[in-house]
């Protein structure tokens, strides 16, 4: 089971929130009025994910942010955002927030983000022993295009980057989310070019043309194919699908306020924001991920 904390003021929110969570049976769901409660009760238990709204009175959600950052760094935080805090949900995810849900489309996209944050943090309390002999490691792979082998793929790739050293516990998370988000992008837009525009449509286009898609040549036939090197400053991450690529200064400015309710470009936000350095080759059907060893933070007095 895994444990949710939702944070909100508001009891019908909150409501609204139980129900939504509440129909999937791996997880609990717990709440808390403002930040100050969501704080006592991570000092008693810390959940395995906070759910949290903005604007909330004694603590918000940003200065609560901060907090589980310094005090419970392994918990990862997805921002509910209302319709005028674009810009703080940009702030949250260069705090450190794993992602982040516009209130707006709870409803659609609640689920499969917790899933998929749940899922890059899932390893996150083991104690990973590092390997001081290993300098350097370089990992191939070649997937065939399915979705199913994104979290495991994922969990592979973070394996090492903590082993190395190269992230602590909280950028394991982001990072997971980061790569996530690059290999469905390969998936979905690249080997099946299914945009992703359509998931701003009200019926279900997006999942119908990925279904039909997935059954035809030659978009089935495609494979990504991924590259990790790991050394002892950092890891880099070089992922290429076969689809036809795209224009990549067309993508619309991810931290644009006025984006960041869109489908389109979401998951380029969430890339930029967690890793170091990102780039696309010229056809733009291969996109390289660095992330730089994580240094030790002097606290300040």
């Given at each position: 089971?895994?444990?949710?904390?939702?944070?909100?003021?508001?009891?019908?929110?909150?409501?609204?929130?139980?129900?939504?969570?509440g129909?999937?049976?791996?997880?609990?769901?717990?709440?808390?009025?403002?930040?100050?409660?969501?704080l006592?009760?991570?000092?008693?238990?810390?959940?395995?994910?906070?759910?949290?709204?903005?604007?909330?009175?004694?603590?918000?959600?940003?200065?609560?942010?901060?907090?589980?950052?310094?005090?419970?760094?392994?918990?990862?935080?997805?921002?509910?955002?209302?319709?005028?805090?674009?810009?703080?949900?940009?702030?949250?995810?260069?705090?450190g927030?794993?992602?982040?849900?516009?209130?707006?489309?709870m409803?659609?996209?609640?689920?499969?983000?917790?899933?998929?944050?749940?899922?890059?943090?899932?390893?996150?309390?083991?104690?990973?022993?590092?390997?001081?002999?290993l300098?350097?490691?370089?990992?191939?792979?070649?997937?065939?295009?399915d979705?199913?082998?994104?979290?495991?793929?994922?969990?592979?790739?973070?394996?090492y980057?903590?082993?190395?050293?190269?992230?602590?516990?909280?950028?394991?998370?982001?990072?997971g989310?980061?790569?996530?988000?690059?290999?469905?992008?390969?998936i979905?837009?690249g080997?099946?070019?299914?945009?992703?525009?359509?998931?701003?449509?009200?019926?279900?286009?997006?999942?119908?043309?990925?279904?039909?898609?997935?059954?035809q040549?030659?978009?089935?036939?495609?494979?990504?194919?991924?590259?990790?090197?790991?050394?002892?400053?950092?890891?880099?991450?070089?992922?290429?699908?076969?689809?036809?690529?795209?224009?990549?200064?067309?993508?619309?400015?991810?931290?644009?306020?006025?984006?960041?309710?869109?489908?389109?470009?979401?998951?380029?936000?969430?890339?930029?924001t967690?890793?170091?350095?990102?780039?696309?080759?010229?056809?733009?059907?291969?996109?390289?991920?660095?992330?730089?060893?994580?240094?030790?933070?002097?606290p300040?007095?």
């Open positions: 089971m895994s444990s949710i904390l939702v944070v909100d003021d508001c009891a019908i929110e909150r409501r609204v929130l139980a129900g939504l969570l129909t999937n049976p791996a997880w609990t769901v717990e709440f808390a009025s403002d930040g100050a409660e969501a006592e009760r991570c000092a008693i238990c810390e959940p395995d994910l906070v759910l949290t709204d903005f604007n909330m009175p004694n603590m918000d959600g940003l200065q609560l942010l901060i907090k589980l950052k310094q005090h419970h760094s392994r918990v990862p935080v997805i921002i509910a955002t209302s319709e005028g805090s674009e810009e703080l949900a940009v702030t949250a995810l260069q705090q927030a794993a992602s982040y849900v516009p209130k707006t489309l409803a659609r996209d609640l689920s499969r983000v917790v899933e998929t944050v749940l899922s890059a943090s899932q390893d996150r309390r083991r104690s990973d022993v590092v390997t001081t002999a300098v350097g490691q370089e990992m191939r792979f070649s997937f065939p295009t979705r199913r082998l994104v979290g495991p793929a994922v969990n592979a790739l973070q394996d980057g903590v082993r190395f050293g190269i992230f602590n516990d909280r950028e394991r998370i982001r990072v989310v980061a790569l996530e988000e690059a290999l469905l992008n390969a979905i837009h080997n099946l070019e299914v945009s992703s525009k359509l998931r701003e449509s009200d019926d279900d286009s997006f999942e119908k043309l990925i279904a039909m898609r997935m059954g040549a030659p978009y089935r036939n495609r494979r990504v194919r991924v590259s990790a090197r790991y050394s002892a400053g950092e890891a880099r991450f070089v992922i290429r699908d076969q689809g036809k690529g795209f224009d990549v200064s067309k993508l619309p400015d991810p931290t644009d306020p006025e984006n960041i309710s869109r489908a389109h470009g979401r998951g380029v936000l969430l890339i930029r967690f890793m170091d350095d990102i780039r696309y080759n010229g056809k733009g059907n291969q996109v390289t991920l660095v992330k730089r060893r994580v240094r030790t933070e002097v300040v007095c």
